[in-house]
């Protein structure tokens, strides 16, 4: 199966929100849409502006993967934190952190969400700002699969600590 | 104006799998793309498009699994070759299969052991078309096939051995595409409960009926052609309830 990000258009928001609604109504459950990793996004809205837009079409929440966005900023040439300003954080119900690295192909530098224990400042950056403006957060899941237990252990103290400023997780175990 | 989603996704997978069409896309118009939708695609480092070395590989090995003696025939360049295609790019908009699409593009060059290799891989995805009525049952498919093919596909998949990738990666040559009988063989391949897929024979009205339901159809239209197919009146409903019966149709409301 080939898996693509969305065109990130104003013309995809409405097509993919029918498609989360059937989805939701055929499976009974709350379905989030992700922000995807990748090397090449095709659109002209920034992803944030996209999944904000997205999120209020189907009325959902919203997973934000905190890794991805910050290899997409990076692509882009972004600040990690911009668009934060016009993303609907009241509607994120959960985040993703994860370690990524990054590559060159052809000069060509983008960071690989290898599900690594080094995470990116940028990444930390994003959780951290996330922390502190979501109300409605109720998950932090940290990807870190294929790593050895003792690699792992220390990024979950580290997570917890860069979630200290959550209002709603800030101090769970 | 109004940009096509379908034509992007369309072009992103060709993109993603094609250096060719990379260079195609910077280069000028592109049929099927607006200038507003190619403005979009060029915005993209074209480097972005092959930071995956091997995805195209990937896709290739992957097809080469599922319809082995067909990539024998056309050889891996011929299996290749579906990924600078339109078709290809076509399988993400009309949300197909990549190997049935495959096997479906490939069939004029490999001829109709695609058409068998295919219809193995329908059966183990056991898909059907939505909607209401009389189905063949997902994971049996009713095939028609020119004599000696079945037997042509026999000896190939034996002669691969247990890793065809393996063996066409290695340089095995082309086998010929086999030449078709005056006969007809009327199969039905049928993926049994542990998943393995199995392939037997029908006769050929029942082939042509199982093969009229692969798409949902109402009572009376599938009595009316099983009596095309030769039954009597009367006898059409026995047999159309004897394959309710049997499960190999089903019944969709």
New interface residues.
Partial sequence: MLLLPPILIEEQVAPMAAGIAALRAATGLEVLPENPPGTAFVGDLHILDFFGRLAEAADTGLLLDCAHLALYQQLHGHDALTGMDGFPLDRLVEIHVAGGSVSDHQGFRWVEDDHGTVVLDDTWRIVEHVAAHAPNLKAVVVECERNPLEAVLPLFAEVRRRMAGSPVLGGTP | M????AA??NA??R??HDPAFVETVHAGPVAGLSEAERA??C???R??????RYRRSR?VQALIEELPVTAAVVGVEGVDAFFSSEAFGR??SQRGS?ALDFARWVEPRAGAVARLERAVAAARRGERAPGPGLVTRPGVEPLLLPEGVLAFYAAQRQALGADPVAALAAGRPRVERPVPGAGEDSLLVERGAEGQVQVGGGSPALVRLLAFTTVPRSRDATLAHARRLGCAPGEDAEVVDGLLGEGLLVVRV
């Fill in positions: 109004s940009r096509n989603v992007l996704r992103m997978a993109l993603l979009l695609l915005a993209v480092d480097r972005a498009w092959s930071t995956d896709a399988v993400l990549l």
